[in-house]
């Protein structure tokens, strides 16, 4: 589909940026008093229903109207996968970890996904790979072996989440659009980056590292492996001579500063797209907008339920598209 045919729904996408969550907002539902006062302020801004007070059930409501509305002014929804193979895959996990355990965990899946929930867990729960689409075969089947054999839940994880990196890469590589390629290059690297510091600060082994880590244009991931065996701080001065050098100092300060600076680097990406009159890049930064604050909001809550303090909170919450 040409660029101009997207003309209307970017239409309607400026016109539903309208009602966005800014950073004001954030900052007045970071100083309520309460968990209750939070999901008052919430639902005097349209968000979730009137059925329920639950924060998860809250959150879950906002993504289904993400996708309701683009699911309305897209045709072909299949551009958009990209943003949806994290979720298939961790419904691959959840399914293998399910069947192997032998109980049914509820609220273990996602619903917003490329694959149907059932098919993944009849495919692992009948061994039957081959009915799985083409990239998750392998992976699944390895990752099944892994967790039978070896109880390692870990190894299980790496094999599908590295998988997952990699089916997210080469969709935005071949999308042909320069924002989707973007989007891939960012969460790929992030990733590494995090397991990277992850799997150093644990002591893990060349061989993990090489399992783990997903290949991409930004990083060297020869180099990021040896620097993750020498240590944190050789992990940083690595990134000083890559396009992430501005992650190194939240990096050396906490995990979830240095994930907070790859949300905001994002957000700081797409926003130039508020400013295009056509094509797929103000679907795709709306839709990564609205995952944005929803996770926002949910730093928020769960603070607020934590009795958090305020400036704890504050430092988590992630900067606002509009």
């Known amino acids: 589909m040409a660029d101009k045919q997207y003309v209307y729904a970017v239409a309607r996408i400026r016109s539903k940026e309208l009602s966005l969550l800014s950073g004001a907002f954030l900052e007045q539902l970071t100083a309520a008093k309460s968990?209750?006062?939070?999901?008052?302020?919430?639902?005097?801004?349209?968000?979730?229903?009137?059925?329920?007070?639950?924060?998860?059930?809250?959150?879950a409501a906002e993504r289904r109207k993400?996708?309701?509305?683009?699911?309305?002014?897209?045709?072909?929804?299949?551009?958009?996968?990209?943003?949806?193979?994290?979720?298939?895959?961790?419904?691959?996990?959840?399914?293998?970890?399910?069947?192997?355990?032998?109980?049914?965990?509820?609220?273990?899946?996602?619903?917003?996904?490329?694959?149907?929930?059932?098919?993944?867990?009849?495919?692992?729960?009948?061994?039957?790979?081959?009915?799985?689409?083409?990239?998750?075969?392998?992976?699944?089947?390895?990752?099944?072996?892994?967790?039978?054999?070896?109880?390692?839940?870990?190894?299980?994880?790496i094999i599908i989440d590295r998988a997952a990196l990699e089916a997210i890469y080469h969709a935005g590589k071949s999308s042909g659009n320069e924002f989707l390629k973007l989007y891939a290059e960012l969460t790929v690297a992030a990733a590494d980056i995090k397991?990277?510091?992850?799997?150093?600060?644990t002591g893990k082994d060349r061989a993990f590292l090489e399992q783990?880590?997903?290949?991409?244009?930004?990083?060297?991931?020869?180099?990021?492996?040896?620097?993750?065996?020498?240590?944190v701080d050789a992990i940083g001065i690595y990134l000083e001579s890559t396009t992430y050098a501005d992650a190194v100092e939240e990096l050396r300060r906490s995990p979830s500063a240095f994930e907070r600076w790859c949300d905001n680097l994002m957000i700081r990406k797409i926003k130039p797209q508020q400013y295009s009159p056509f094509?797929?890049?103000p679907l795709a930064a709306y839709i990564l907008a609205r995952e944005n604050e929803i996770k926002s909001v949910r730093i928020v809550l769960s603070g607020k339920l934590n009795h958090l303090p305020e400036e704890s909170i504050r430092e988590r919450v992630r900067e606002m598209y509009v």
């Not at 397991?195 to 600060?201: E, G, I, K, L, N």
């Not at 880590?213 to 990083?219: E, G, K, S, V, Y």
Request: proline content about 3%; overall charge negative.
């Open 35 to 59: 968990y209750d006062e939070c999901i008052q302020l919430l639902t005097e801004k349209g968000w979730g229903d009137d059925s329920t007070k639950d924060a998860e059930a809250i959150l």
């Open 66 to 157: 993400t996708w309701g509305l683009i699911s309305e002014l897209v045709e072909d929804m299949s551009v958009f996968d990209v943003f949806l193979y994290a979720n298939d895959y961790h419904n691959l996990k959840a399914a293998i970890k399910e069947v192997r355990m032998g109980h049914e965990y509820p609220g273990i899946y996602i619903d917003q996904g490329t694959v149907d929930v059932k098919l993944i867990h009849d495919a692992i729960e009948n061994r039957e790979f081959q009915n799985l689409p083409e990239t998750m075969r392998v992976p699944a089947e390895e990752a099944y072996k892994a967790l039978l054999h070896t109880q390692d839940g870990q190894l299980c994880d």
């Open 195 to 201: 397991t990277a510091v992850r799997a150093s600060r």
């Open 212 to 231: 783990a880590l997903a290949p991409c244009d930004t990083l060297d991931t020869v180099r990021l492996t040896q620097a993750a065996i020498e240590g």
């Open 279 to 281: 094509g797929l890049g």
